[in-house]
């Protein structure tokens, strides 16, 4: 087991051009058993905008926040703290679940979606990962062969760039890299969702706090965390919803004429020993939060 | 309100090669207030395979079987009853609902899928049905431009065929005549989702019984059925299972080593006034059962 | 007959990086009967640089600028006066050439290239067009179709995209709408190329001087001038190079590490009625120099 | 050097069903200095149809077949005796040519072509085969790797297929890996072009004599031989006609509505020591005809 505290703060700030503006956020930490949730504030600067907060998946602890805005400058800040308590496992001990006993909610993640084509991949990935050792072992395999052969890059893709593109291509950003390891599992039967969350700055330069995309592959009954773009140190990522991939889970979907700015994202990691909250590092143990 | 009985055998056949061979069958009719099963049978041939039926879907009344067969012959064979319940509206009447009143389930069927690409349809989709009158009218002028630009021909795609694929080539079989329409819908934010179903057998020559993928779209806060197909007769369709495309909802999913019949499907549409069971027709008004 | 005199002048400025950059220019007027280039000029500021000027072909006085350029800064200056003789006609007398009567040197040009994918465009040009009047109307209809289904947007495309993203997505520049129209021409059998050039620059807003990318079709033995993306006015421009597609007639094909600035293009019409001289202006004849 | 004498056989038989029918044939053998074709006869089995034969290529001495057949029967049969002279050398002797001293009509098959999109594999192939040591060896290791990660299985491609998809898939036919093979030499700037040929028929059940695709790479100032496919002895390979990739050089291309019988092929090897004629052998030595 290994705890972390993670201080968060997410500002989105907007144009709203014209009347009439859905918001769709997804800026809510997910709030389960293995990460918990406390001292929440959400605040919305247009105060006669009609916003809710709902259960995406209340499984999941996942929450969406719908809002119809006005004209005019928006700001939506969100801030929490948020406790995750990784379950740590040696990768050897961890076995994949044979098809026929995934649970029927799991087994959906091994079919093909909009930007995970594992239908055209079975090839491929049977003859590159077909014969390696069953388990997180493989798993791991795949998130080190697509880290190891796609370069990132900054806005070397777009919102349709799909696995099959970074496969040709071979550059991305983490959204793809994720996209890519998420395909090739499920072409060898592992079901792999895509995380959204953020990414607690490892280092300031390279990677400073941000949103972030990530996978997770069902292993021994639990859903394991992977981040095949190795921009990120796992133990440090706060999930705020899963889905198949990209289309499911973008932080924001925008319906109207909306400016948006970059967003602002900060988290920071409460070291304290006392409370037995550790400093997120890397780790060859395997960690899953649910 | 309009009243169908229909009587449903359904037959697949395949030779297990080697042990271990995993079935997840969808071949159960839906069982929902709109769409009632009676008089269910299930026969598995290998007596000594394991199997259960499990819902895959409690809320929409879908079932999905489970079967671990052997190796040898392996027939699977589903009879039933089905009373379909149509609530049937004037067309004119049925309104869309805007996003921002969509129901969080529905909203994600709005998104694209592996087979619907709804992302890169949106100039083409707002130019060619931005303009037109929103409700059913519009649903369905979608679904008569896809089933007017778009020819039948059997074999004319494979499994990784998708909605692009059949805008580019002009040519299909239901399973892409659906996912085009689906597509379509969603890139003017219609929420659409695909029907796996069969189609009663209008004419012996021209359609007899068979398997058949159909759309339902979103509105007035109901699932309307369109068949841009235009090759059943919308009354005499039944619902196996419903999903975001065809990835969600094969009728048959396997894995292991296994050779496939042709599935044999039979359905006939009781007719009996004093019941109220009425015979399938072609009708002008909106159809739903959900 | 119209005779139009143009004064051109090419800049390209870049800086080379590291030893060894190897550049293949295409800028040179294509000097033909039907346009014949006067008082040319070229200047290359690298006076240690090795450079020579080939035909890339003698039959359509193309030519090719190749050049070896050291570190630093690289300035490419070409001018020129190039007097094209417009052969006019009236488009109803405009025949098709039949399949059995192609010059095998044309024939190659009905085949789908990279960008230009006919071969799976057969169904919805045959849908679309197949029915028309053949003859220079036809090809008319076509680049009509596609100047009034596609959206001009700058930056909207990169150098992969192909004209079956075009015919999807629906937006593009001159390059897109040239591929689009070519697949389309190809596949009704109408031999299509593309043709890199500039645009003397019609409105100083709206359509600056610049590189521009159109369509040359096939017909009555000759090859006739279509403008697609309609920012041009068809008697202004000016040939540089033709090909099946964009692979084949990049104005710079660079081989090194090179930054690249924006080229810089002016292009003067000369009216003098007493030469014969016109001002380029848009008409409903059909238009060929060669 | 390598001589080898073939007895080829072609015979192609159609059913034309309307008037109107125009055939193009790639069915001569090249003949040129490497490749001497001597006692060669053609037959149309309509003595009414018009048919002539020209050079598509004077240079490569590469020959086309216009024929406009009636309705009915049709039988084209060519025969010829076929000498090839190989260039032989030590492959480590084989040196690339640089971009800069590659001749202009050389230059165009660094360009990606319809089924041969290098300008999306840039990255895999510099990754992948960048680092190589330059020369004949490195088009082999491009030739090895295809032939090892993709599987020969027949009808497991569609016309349409391209590099792309068979670098996804991992399937084709021998028109695929040369296809992949010749995108992947342009993505490192090797020239590369298509062959359709025939294979001899090494073995009669694994590889009859048949039409045959491979591959030409431009080294060393000749075009070296190479069958990524793996099923030919590439010394027993005969040439019909060479472009950029398959888009180029069918065999047959049929305008008008024609029902086509599998076409028959006979090749044999003359091995006849005292003329100098050995038998096709697999060799380790880099081949060349041209």
Redesign the interface.
């Known amino acids: 087991m290994a705890m972390i505290r993670l201080q968060l703060k997410i500002e989105l700030e907007y144009t709203v051009l014209e009347p009439g503006a ?1 918001f ?1 956020f997804c800026i809510h930490a997910a709030n389960t058993p293995g990460q918990t949730v406390s001292h929440e504030f959400l605040t919305v600067s247009q105060t006669q905008a009609y916003w809710e907060t ?3 998946s209340q499984n999941l602890g996942e929450r ?1 926040l ?1 809002l ?1 805005a006005l004209p005019g400058h928006l700001l939506v800040s969100y801030q929490a703290t948020v406790d995750i308590c990784h379950h740590v496992t040696d990768p050897a001990l961890v076995a994949e679940v ?3 006993q995934l649970p ?1 909610d799991v ?2 993640y091994i ?4 930007y995970c ?1 594992s ?3 079975y ?2 990935a049977v ?1 590159q990962f077909g014969h390696l050792l069953q388990g997180h072992v493989r798993a791991q395999a795949i998130c080190d062969w697509v880290e190891s ?1 796609v ?1 990132y890059r900054h806005n070397s893709s777009v ?2 760039t799909s696995a ?1 593109d970074t ?5 991305g950003v983490c959204r793809d890299f994720a996209h890519l390891m998420i395909a090739l599992c499920r072409a060898v ?1 592992l079901p792999a969702r895509f995380v959204t969350g953020t990414n607690y700055g490892s280092s300031p330069h390279l990677s400073p706090p941000d949103f972030h995309a990530y996978v997770e592959v069902y292993l021994g009954h639990r859903w394991y965390l992977f981040d095949p773009s190795g921009t990120a140190i796992p133990m440090g990522m706060m999930r705020l919803a899963t889905g198949r991939d990209a ?2 889970v973008a932080f924001a979907t925008i ?1 109207g004429s909306v400016m948006s700015e970059q967003p602002r994202v900060e988290v920071h990691a409460i070291e304290d020993r006392a409370h037995g909250w550790e400093h997120p590092t890397h780790t060859s143990m395997a960690l899953s939060t649910s």
Chains 1, 2, 3, 4 share one sequence.
């Open positions: 859905d769709f709902q259960y995406r969406c719908r119809e044979p098809v026929r029927l087994l959906h079919y093909p979606s909009r084509q239908d055209r991949l090839n491929f003859s052969h370069s919102g349709t099959l496969l040709i291509e071979r550059v039967n289309a499911d319906f």
